[in-house]
């Protein structure tokens, strides 16, 4: 049995999600991963066509491509994790089922999951949340709460990437989602899009914790720069979590969509060293056809975004030096 799945929503760039499978890869080496192609995924600015992707991905042991491919939205993808669910639950069988991002990282060997039955970092109070007024306004959440026997009281958010829920239990809280909210309806009235994901989840598993006393974690793996500029981890933040400074944070959003965004390559190649592998297999995808030109660690220390040479001291090649990862104090 797998221990955990990963589920991954994907619209766009298909060779950074060849990186981002061998960084789960080489981080969750047990995990499988179940990716979710957007019925309006960008092949067309993509490094990879469709078919030279699919080569790459049957490189990789226990990686899902769900067939069904649905409407998908900025703001609302929650029934791309729940198709994801129900498809690679008729797969193979495992004991947890995790979101994440297409613009996440690890940057931590997370070990395998036990002895609990959710991690959702719940934010109780949603009042003061970006999405107030879509909730306030959305029918099917109230429609849930009731059918569950909650009040609006129950109503909470969560951050939805670095999120696990217990097989079981999320079948359970799918199982009321899929009666009551018809997301097809939505999307073709283009009327009330908003992250679902990060209420409907947690909301459905508070209100089920009022009898059946799950067994909770904290927080999130995932540690997301809410309180950056375009919530993008500084180099600094991405080293603490690499170092197991950050307790119970194993990955990182949001990196750049881009093979040559400068975070990437470091942590493709200083924290761990799966990035040479993630290109050859994509260069082997495309007949070794040179439309690929990504950096790899050979030039990493000639990058010059905001002085990143100079300031910082990438020099370890492996994960294994990752404790030894300091960054050059200018004098």
Request: charge should be neutral.
């Amino acid at each position: 049995m797998i221990n955990l799945i990963v589920s991954i929503p994907a619209h766009e760039r298909a060779e950074v999600l060849i990186e981002q499978i061998a960084n789960i890869k080489h981080f969750c080496p047990t995990c499988a991963i179940v990716l979710h192609i957007s019925s309006s995924f960008n092949w067309k600015d993509s490094n990879l066509t469709e078919k030279e992707f699919l080569s790459a991905v049957r490189s990789f042991d226990n990686v899902f491509i769900n067939p069904v491919r649905l409407k998908t939205a900025r703001a609302e993808i929650i029934h791309t994790h729940i198709a994801n669910f129900e498809y690679v639950s008729k797969m193979v069988d495992f004991e947890y089922f995790a979101m994440n991002a297409s613009n996440e990282l690890f940057v931590r060997h997370m070990p395998p999951i036990s002895d609990c039955d959710l991690c959702a970092q719940i934010i109780h109070s949603y009042v003061s949340c970006y999405w107030y007024k879509k909730v306030i306004n959305d029918e099917y959440i109230y429609k849930i709460v009731d059918y569950l026997g909650g009040t609006k009281e129950d109503i909470c958010k969560s951050q939805i990437e670095g999120s696990f829920y217990r097989k079981g239990l999320f079948k359970q809280i799918i199982d009321v989602i899929n009666q009551i909210y018809p997301y097809e309806e939505i999307f073709n009235q283009k009327r009330q899009i908003y992250p679902r994901e990060e209420f409907y989840f947690s909301t459905i598993a508070r209100i089920l914790n009022k009898t059946a006393n799950f067994k909770v974690r904290q927080p999130n793996y995932t540690f997301v720069a809410w309180g950056n500029k375009s919530f993008l981890p500084t180099h600094e933040q991405i080293i603490e979590i690499a170092q197991g400074k950050m307790n119970g944070r194993y990955s990182v959003k949001r990196v750049l969509r881009n093979l040559d965004d400068t975070e990437r390559i470091f942590i493709g190649t200083q924290i761990g060293n799966y990035r040479q592998e993630a290109i050859n297999l994509m260069i082997n995808a495309k007949g070794n056809r040179p439309s690929l030109s990504y950096s790899t660690d050979k030039d990493v220390s000639l990058i010059d975004i905001n002085d990143f040479a100079n300031r910082f001291s990438p020099s370890y090649t492996t994960d294994m030096d990752v404790t030894k990862l300091k960054l050059n104090t200018p004098a």
